[in-house]
């Protein structure tokens, strides 16, 4: 079993800046089976950033450009770096962990408000 702790989330203004940590409560295969997703007041579950084959990174198109998804394999930490943030950039954030047989951990998640 593995647990999922995320952090920093928490209230800013348009234009700023917040960082997203997720760490895992052991060491898991690689950092690269984790990611984002976003709920966000009255909405589905999104997928945020997420890392794909080889060296590549994933993001939803409203968020290209702006964040970044990055990890510390020693720590078994995945980072959500986001810049420039807007309100509808306002839910919950949930790390998950996809073991290579399908099955998903998630986080409990972390609120990200963002005032205009």
């Known amino acids: 079993q593995v647990q999922l702790a995320e952090s920093g989330g928490g209230l800013v203004q348009a234009g700023e800046s917040l960082r997203l940590s997720c760490a895992a409560s052991r060491s898991i295969f690689s950092i690269r089976l984790m990611g984002w997703y976003r709920q966000g007041p009255g909405k589905q579950r999104e997928l945020v950033a997420s890392f794909g084959s080889g060296d590549t990174t994933n993001y939803r198109d409203s968020v290209k450009g702006r964040f970044t998804i990055s990890g510390d394999n020693a720590k078994n930490t995945v980072y959500l770096e986001m810049n420039s943030l807007k309100p509808d950039d306002t839910a919950v954030y949930y790390c998950?962990?996809?073991?290579?047989?399908?099955?998903?951990?998630w986080g409990q998640g972390t609120q990200v408000t963002v005032s205009s």
């Open positions: 998950y962990l996809r073991r290579p047989d399908g099955y998903v951990y």
